[in-house]
């Protein structure tokens, strides 16, 4: 069964950091693009990072130099590393393959970011 499965989600005050994982199973990512989506409350979904299977990364301007994308093909997982956080950065974080033309999402994580 395809599955993936986030987590790391949680209440943070502004200034703090989340470790998001996204553990995949049911096939094996590592020749497959990653990403890290968000949706906010009332607000469209926006894509906030990638990696490549080779490796490369690219962020959002919103959180280029405080989001950090990365990947353990060993453990079928990517990572999402946030910090600095923001009260914008508040939002439902999914996780998304796509392999060979399949796309596969997660249900997602919360994060919410709050003083």
């Known amino acids: 069964q395809v599955q993936l499965v986030e987590s790391g989600g949680g209440l943070v005050q502004p200034g703090g950091s989340l470790r998001l994982s996204c553990a995949a199973s049911g096939f094996t990512f590592s020749s497959g693009y990653g990403y890290w989506y968000r949706q906010a409350h009332g607000k469209p979904r926006e894509r906030v990072a990638l990696i490549t299977s080779g490796g490369t990364t690219n962020s959002a301007g919103a959180v280029k130099g405080r989001f950090t994308i990365s990947r353990d093909n060993a453990k079928n997982t990517v990572y999402l590393q946030m910090d600095s956080l923001k009260f914008d950065d508040t939002a439902v974080y999914h996780c998304?393959?796509?392999?060979?033309?399949?796309?596969?999402w997660g249900k997602g994580t919360l994060v919410n970011v709050s003083s």
């Open positions: 998304n393959v796509v392999l060979t033309g399949n796309a596969y």
